[in-house]
């Protein structure tokens, strides 16, 4: 049964018309400020908003995210929190002091983890931020000997759709999860769920060490609302028209889905 007929506090910050391009999430992977800011330039204006992580975060903390205010763009700040609840609560403020858009936390941290987590972002959104806190499920890196060797004796699926119905009832409304697990965590969620799938190649591109991977079409035939793509474009030859392409896929797809 899905859960998305029951939303205490949901909040879908994405409009349903939105275009591929503000559903494009483009991942700073990046060593140096210098070299985010020329990634920036060139492929500001193709994408809706641009991922700091944890390369650049640790590097660069504020200078990082402020580089994204700089260019009008919205800040999803992949740090994929996963620590005691009262950690992760602190930690929560201070990224919608940063004026981030979205915030990742891991599922697997656990139920109060979980709760703290919405339960701040919630608050900083009464006061007028707009801080939505997004539950990573499964990494697209992990495959099912990876689980087992967890002692997890799920496929990522299975784990998946587990970990994001936990992070629903707990008040979380936006996931990462692959491509593949889209259609599953939809079916559970309802149509008020934000996904967010990673995993991202263009057809005929290397897969590198994503092992759940699918093109822009298939993420959204599978339900997807957002991707995040980072090396198909920080690699391209010319970033600024992967990007595009990636949007122009993105926009096609949306319009058969629709
Ligand atoms: O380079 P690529 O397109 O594979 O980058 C994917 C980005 O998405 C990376 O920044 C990675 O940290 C992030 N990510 C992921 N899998 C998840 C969550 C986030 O690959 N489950």
């Known amino acids: 049964m899905a859960l998305g007929s029951s939303p205490a506090g949901a909040s879908r910050t994405l409009s349903p018309h939105a275009r591929g391009r503000d559903r494009l999430i483009f991942a700073l992977d990046v060593g140096t400020l210098d070299a985010a800011r020329e990634l920036v330039r060139r492929v ?5 908003m641009l991922k700091v992580g944890l390369e650049l975060f640790v590097g660069y903390g504020r200078e990082s995210t402020d580089l994204v205010h700089e260019h009008g763009l919205e800040l999803f700040l992949d740090l994929k929190l996963h620590d005691i609840p009262e950690t992760v609560s602190r930690a929560v403020r201070m990224a919608a002091q940063l004026g981030a858009r979205y915030l990742t936390v891991h599922a697997s941290g656990g139920r109060a983890m979980l709760r703290e987590a919405a339960a701040r972002a919630a608050e ?14 499964v990494l697209t890196s992990l495959d099912t000997v990876d689980l087992a060797s967890q002692g997890i004796a799920r496929d990522p699926a299975s784990h998946a759709v587990a970990l994001a119905r936990m992070a629903w009832e707990e008040g979380v409304r936006a996931f990462v999860c692959s491509p593949g697990e889209a259609a599953a965590l939809r079916e559970q969620l309802g149509p008020t769920a934000v996904l967010i799938t990673p995993g991202i190649r263009p057809a005929g591109s290397a897969v590198d060490d994503q092992k759940r991977v699918s093109t822009p079409t298939g993420a959204v035939q599978a339900g997807a609302d957002c991707i995040v793509v980072g090396r198909p474009i920080r690699d391209a030859h010319d970033p600024a028209e992967m990007a595009r392409s990636l949007a122009a896929e993105l926009d096609a797809a949306l319009e058969a889905r629709s």
């Open 124 to 137: 900083a959104r009464a006061g007028g931020g707009k801080l939505e806190v997004v539950a990573v499920t």
């Open 44 to 48: 500001g204006g193709e994408v809706g």
